[in-house]
Structures are given as C-alpha cells and as structure tokens.
T-cell receptor
C-alpha cells in the first residue's frame, strides 16, 4: 500500500520569502510523485510530477520539487512567494508497479502575507 | 480544449434524501475518477472507471453510494439515502489512460454537498 504524509496543515510566509512544503511518502515499489494546487472553489491542477530520471523537477509558476529516495521525501519549494501562490497544495503518490491509483495527502494551506 | 464539467456546483439536502452528481470528462479520456473531499482533508478515491468498466470501488460505501459510466463517457454518482457525514466536495477527474501517467489527473471544479 502507498501513502503520503504532508507535514503542517498550514504554512505561513511573507511575500518574497522562500516557500517549503513538506511531503513524505511510503511505497513498497518505486513511486511516481505529484504536487497539485487547489485555488478556492476550483478543482485541483497539476503543478509538477516525478516519474523517473532527473530527481529535481520543475513545474509551473516557479515551483520545483526534489525526489530524495533515501529520505522518502518530495518537498515542494519556490524561491520567492507571491500573493497569488496562496492556495491548498496536495502531494500525491502512485506506485509504479501497482494499481496506479493516486493517493493524496491531507493538504497544506499556504498563506502569503504582504 | 474543454475541461472536466461537473454539475451541480452546490447542493443542499436533508439527511435521508437522495442526490445525484454528473460528470463529463475531457473528450477522449478513458479513465474517470470520483473523489470525496471532506473539509480539511485530501481527496479520497470513491471509484475509478476505465471506459465503462469499474477498476476500483473498494472505498465506495455501496449501501448508499452508486456510480455508473454509461457508454464510457459521462458518469453519474448517486447517494441514497444521504447522511450528515456525506457533506463534502465530490470531485470528478479524468485521465487519458491508466498506467504510469495515471497521476496526471484533470479535475473538475467539484460539487459541494451539504447534508442538513
């Protein structure tokens, strides 16, 4: 079985500050990992994904994430937060040799202060 | 390209009543998912269809929830009778296929259900 743990239900940063949202996964087979963003009253949209190859992946809106197998982590970062980044962020995992059904974390709400 | 369409966006019902949600996936997407998102939690898969066949419905409360995907396109999710704990946003998503790229889901805006 696969699972995802997102550390911190809320993260608060100042505009221009570094954004770091934490995600740890559990999977018995090589995982595929994803970050989704959900703006208020909207559906989820894909930010970035890791399947194979380069462990540092870049996504939309300046976000990136690094797959670290030894730490079973896939943290999301952005060098400089913008007010428009305020949203709910979800980490998700599918198992490459399994059912391929995405399992989502509980989400982290990013709050950006002026 | 049109996105995933869902309706209604909002629904308020009394407990023990019934409700139905409709989803139209992106054209050509073979795989369709229904997720339940309770406030403060991540989406939880209820059912996955591949074309018009069910791939996984292990977390669907079958005593009250049902879903169908006729002709492998549109899908309907029904709750009868509703309970207070069914209050949630019901998200429909679709993907081109099912396999290594399954994680790239395209979501609708969701249907928010309030059960009083």
């Amino acid at each position: 079985a696969q699972s995802v743990t997102q550390l911190g239900s809320h993260v608060s940063v100042s505009e221009g500050a570094l954004v770091l949202l934490r995600c740890n996964y559990s999977s018995s087979v090589p995982p595929y990992l994803f970050w989704y963003v959900q703006y208020p009253n909207q559906g989820l949209q894909l930010l970035l994904k890791y399947t194979t190859g380069a462990t540092l992946v870049k996504g939309i809106n300046g976000f990136e994430a690094e797959f670290k197998k030894s730490e079973t982590s896939f943290h999301l970062t952005k060098p400089s937060a913008h007010m428009s980044d305020a949203a709910e962020y979800f980490c998700a995992v599918t198992a490459s040799g399994g059912s391929y059904i995405p399992t989502f974390g509980r989400g982290t709400s990013l709050i950006v202060h002026p | 390209e049109a996105g995933v369409a869902q309706s209604p966006r909002y629904k308020i019902i009394e407990k023990r009543q019934s409700v139905a949600f409709w989803c139209n996936p992106i054209s050509g997407h073979a795989t369709l998912y229904w997720y339940q998102q309770i406030l403060g939690q991540g989406p939880k898969l209820l059912i996955q269809f591949q074309n018009n066949g069910v791939v996984d419905d292990s977390q669907l409360p079958k005593d009250r929830f049902s879903a169908e995907r006729l002709k492998g396109v549109d899908s309907t999710l029904k709750i009868q009778p509703a309970k207070l704990e069914d209050s949630a946003v019901y998200l429909c998503a679709s993907s081109l296929d099912w396999g290594p790229n399954t994680g790239e889901l395209f979501f609708g805006e969701g249907s928010r259900l309030t059960v009083l």
